[in-house]
């Protein structure tokens, strides 16, 4: 924490563990990521999983802790904030220049599940992805410094690949908050519907429709992956380390026969060692050490 002034570092440092506590296929904060940038990473992760948390774990008004979240943004960007993510989350604004519109939609995402539980067609999720997941990777791309409209947009394959494979993997989870994220024109397209999700029937249109995802997913981690070699090395490998984590979950799903009712596909602790050594190999090929 010796990249952040003195009077802040129990701040970033509640950030740091809020983001070392919570599961993630892969961690957020990699040592492909360098050190002077991680709590930035932090605090960026403890906005995102603070607003995820409103929006799928709180009992009582969600709409209306998601305001007070937005008030406290806002004072991020023009004020005192009040508690100490936003605190943090003030410094990485200002010390990597970075717009408040990123963050605004991630709130208005959460704000979407609270009234939306369904998504007609592919276009549909794709326009809610460029609320819930495109931002965050175009706040990494701003971290360091690289956030233009050619990075912008391949991040934004990645970061909706990243979203639809966490919901493929998520059904059952998803299912218990009243939301499907698998399209209703897809399903219909394959002969299955909402309710056979619903229900988790496993049936042979569902299995079509789900390996219909996958593949089309699979596409899109590809069309994405071009970013990796645009960016500044470091980033480009923890870019890489997140694309075969989603890659993985996809494989998953195609070991179990695209069935996503039998059991919730995983990453397996000895899958991930393997993923992260195949991007370690980028710094030994390239003779450079992390840290």
Known sequence: MQSVPVGLRADFEVCARLTASHYENFSVVSLFVPRELRPHFCSIYAFCRGVDDLGDELKGDRLAALDAYEEELRRAYGGTPQTPVFRALQHTIEACGLPMDPFLRLIEANRRDQRQATYETWD????????????????????????????????????????????????????????????????????????????????????????????????????????????????????????????????????????????????????????????????????????
């Open 124 to 291: 549909d999720l794709r326009d809610y992805c460029r609320y819930s997941a495109d931002p965050v990777g175009r706040l990494v791309l701003g971290v360091f410094g690289c956030c233009d409209e050619e990075r912008a947009a391949l991040s934004d394959y990645t970061c909706t690949a990243l979203q639809v494979a966490n919901h493929l993997q998520d059904i059952h989870r998803d299912l218990k908050n009243g939301r499907i994220y698998v399209p209703k024109a897809d399903l219909e397209s394959f002969g299955a519907s909402l309710e056979d999700i619903r229900q988790a029937r496993m049936t042979d249109g569902v299995r079509a429709c789900i390996k219909f995802e996958v593949e089309r997913t699979a596409e899109w981690f590809t069309q994405g992956a071009r970013l990796e070699r645009l960016v500044p090395h470091r980033l480009g490998l923890q870019l890489r380390l997140y694309r075969l984590g989603g890659e993985a979950v996809l494989e998953a799903l195609r070991r179990q026969d695209y069935d996503p009712f039998v059991r919730r596909p995983v990453v397996t602790s000895g899958q991930k060692l393997r993923i992260a050594m195949r991007a370690f190999m980028g710094f030994a090929q390239r003779g450079v050490a992390p840290g």
